[in-house]
């Protein structure tokens, strides 16, 4: 196989980004996609078979144009550019990156980072009604939160209302100390600190106490009819078929809903079905519903998160076809 280069240029003042601490990001591009690089000055000189050079050419290109935005390259950027290229998908990174929801109370543009979560905001955007399920990490409650600060301040609804069950994760806590807000507060902390990082603390308790802001557990949605709100369930596979329809129900005219969940971390009583479950083989048909499913390619936090749910996810399957193994020769 005939082996040719292609040299493209980076400027010295995005290198150390593009190119990651010690060029631990070359290393990967390298390996992944059997190519060498070799880094003279401000040109960057790609070796390989024709299509490799291209691939790698593609992957530097987008990195160089994510730094030129301001971004700063992760690991995550470098996986995803070249997980981009294997599923031989149109969309690109820098695509992706230019849909900037809001900014956070430091200046931080929150914006999607994969081609689900791309697709997740765009539901939002579109629907009435979207389900988002997906592994820990994926910017399902984040992005959910982005997007409602974002419709407050640009009032298309008149409140912000969070809410989620208050189910412990496998532990029993006791009785809690404090009036009801301090018992309730623990099971809604993840809704505080996106509210906190985009809003300001500031802002969300002066919006809290003129009650434009509300958060509270799922028991105190029932009988309310809920108008010209943006509302996030969070946590949903912690709610029952009941609690699910009840939630569902509430939802008024020129008012948003986000149903966020991980069908793998459930929370419930051994046999008790998961309303999540049940509500989405119910709603599935229903065109002004929105169903996200995002994967572990979606997961944002660290690497190692992303293997992690990756481990999870083979594992399982390996034991459900164990399971169904079994079942076949019991009934053989």
């Known amino acids: ?20 601490q010690f060029d631990v990001y070359i290393r990967k591009i390298e390996k992944t996609l059997g190519v060498t690089v070799i880094v003279r000055d401000d040109q960057l000189k790609i070796i390989g078979n024709d299509a490799n050079i291209k691939a790698a050419s593609e992957v530097f290109t987008q ?11 992760t690991e995550q950027n470098v996986n995803y550019a070249l997980s981009l290229l294997a599923e031989k998908k ?5 695509e992706i990156d230019k ?3 809001c900014h956070t109370i430091t200046g931080k543009p929150v914006k999607p980072k994969t081609l689900g979560q791309k697709d997740y905001v765009d539901a939002i955007r579109n629907k009435m009604i979207v389900f988002g399920m997906g592994p820990a990490g994926t910017g399902k409650t984040y992005l959910a939160m982005a ?7 640009n009032e298309e609804v008149s409140r912000i209302i969070l809410t989620r069950p208050a189910i412990e994760a496998g532990e029993k806590l006791g009785f809690l100390p404090g009036d009801l807000q301090s018992k309730v507060d623990p099971y809604l902390r993840p809704l505080y ?3 906190y990082q985009i ?44 609690q699910m329809k009840m939630f569902l129900t509430r939802i008024g005219f020129g008012s948003k809903a986000v149903i966020t969940g991980d069908a793998t971390q459930k929370d419930l ?4 079905k998961s309303g999540l479950d049940v509500a989405l083989r119910v709603l599935k048909n229903i065109d002004e519903i929105g169903i996200c499913k995002l994967t572990s390619n979606d997961v944002v936090r660290h690497p190692l998160v992303q293997k992690i749910v990756q481990a999870y996810d083979d594992f399982e399957k390996k034991s459900s076809s164990r399971s169904s193994g079994r079942a076949k020769q019991v009934k053989k």
Do not use: C, W
């Not at 400027?11 to 190119?19: R, W």
């Not at 149109?90 to 820098?94: A, I, K, M, N, Q």
């Not at 997007?147 to 301040?153: G, N, V, Y």
């Not at 509300?214 to 912690?238: C, H, K, S, W």
């Open 193 to 195: 600190d996106a509210l």
């Open 199 to 242: 809003m300001g603390a500031e802002s969300f308790q002066k919006n809290m106490e003129k009650g434009l802001i509300e958060v509270a557990p799922l028991a105190y949605m029932r009988g309310r009819t809920l108008d010209n709100a943006f509302i996030i369930l969070d946590e949903a596979q912690n709610t029952t078929p009941a």
């Open 99 to 101: 849909d900037i929801i």
């Open 63 to 73: 990195l160089y144009e994510l730094s030129k935005r301001g971004n700063v390259i």
């Open 147 to 153: 997007m409602a600060i974002t419709a407050f301040k």
């Open 90 to 94: 149109e969309t690109s990174l820098v």
């Open 1 to 20: 196989m005939s082996m040719n280069e292609l040299a493209i240029n980076i400027p010295l003042e995005h290198m150390s980004n593009v190119f990651g």
């Open 269 to 272: 009583a051994p046999g008790s």
